[in-house]
């Protein structure tokens, strides 16, 4: 997975789309999209990230869709949302943000990553009908079991290669499982990812956030893990029971030996599991 150069890299990709934004708080929401399909795909990305979570996967997904990817409110390129802020608030800000770049009548399927995921539940609700599918990927708000994980400290360090060799040993602790896997593209977005994030994620994460929404979401639900993923390992399968119990028609996989961060750890196997996901909501519908 290596990238010779990681910021020509993330300009090539962005490159390709375009900056959209909305309102949120005092400023704007940004995204970026890709493709001119009929159908569309939205992303929403992880807790301290970006659009950029998605790197790995924005030109494949977008030969079968138009793709559109935020910066969540108060993360990456994003204005801050108006304090104080829950997982409501956030997610009516990420919904008025759908409705107004996806024409009403146009077939919408939502993916979210981690606290994407997250706030894909209330998002998905608010939205009701428009969505045709509403996938998650490696995210909590189930009031699931989970490790306690202590990340390493990076502000502080006095340069910049001790702060990357902080964020590359964050990036095994949390998000990629084979450390093998953490290249110089990996440290450069967590990097600059880290240093934009302001909106706290963390709580709204560990409370029953997404349990509380699913039942409200009008569209088909599955969901997508790594299967050594640190805020899940070795409890995978709870997840699994809770979301089922709740949304009978679940279509839940595993990609075997990727963590957190799987659409990027194992791009290749998650951008095959989520089209196949997404084909099967169109041919059912």
């Known amino acids: 997975m290596a990238n010779s150069d990681p910021a ?53 997904l977008s030969a079968r869709y138009t793709v ?10 994003s204005a801050s949302a108006p304090e ?21 009548g146009t077939r919408c399927h939502l993916t979210g990553f981690s606290f994407g995921g997250v706030l894909g539940g209330p998002t998905a609700a608010l939205l009701g009908d ?16 989970r490790k306690p994980l202590e990340l390493v400290a990076w502000r502080h360090l006095p340069d910049e290669a001790a702060r990357n060799a902080a964020h590359r040993a964050n990036l095994s ?14 440290v450069f977005l967590q990097a600059g990812n880290a240093a934009r994030g302001r909106t706290k994620s963390r709580p709204i994460s560990l409370a029953s956030t997404l349990a509380d929404a699913l039942p409200l979401v009008k569209a088909p639900v599955a969901a997508i893990f790594g299967e050594r993923d ?23 996989r595993v990609i075997p030996d990727a963590g957190h961060w799987v659409q990027y750890e194992a791009a290749e196997r998650f951008n095959a599991e989520l089209l196949d996901i997404l084909s099967r909501r169109d041919r059912a519908a």
């Open 130 to 145: 428009r969505l045709a599918s509403f996938t998650i990927v490696g995210a909590g708000g189930m009031g699931a079991r």
């Open 8 to 60: 020509a890299f993330l300009a090539a990709v962005e490159g390709r789309s375009q900056r959209l934004t909305t309102p949120c708080g005092d400023g704007d929401m940004v995204w970026h999209r890709w493709g001119s399909a009929p159908t569309v795909l939205v992303l929403l990305h992880g807790g301290f990230g970006s659009w950029t979570h998605w790197i790995r996967n924005v030109d494949a």
């Open 84 to 104: 104080p802020y829950d997982g409501g608030t956030l997610s009516a800000i990420v919904a008025d943000g759908i409705r107004r770049l996806v024409p009403e």
């Open 68 to 77: 559109i990817a935020a910066d969540l409110p108060g993360l990456g390129d």
């Open 230 to 252: 640190a805020t899940a390992y070795p409890w995978v399968s709870e997840r699994e029971e809770r979301m089922r119990a709740m949304r009978p028609e679940l279509d839940f």
């Open 173 to 186: 602790l949390l998000m990629i499982a084979d450390p093998a896997r953490i290249d110089d593209l990996a």
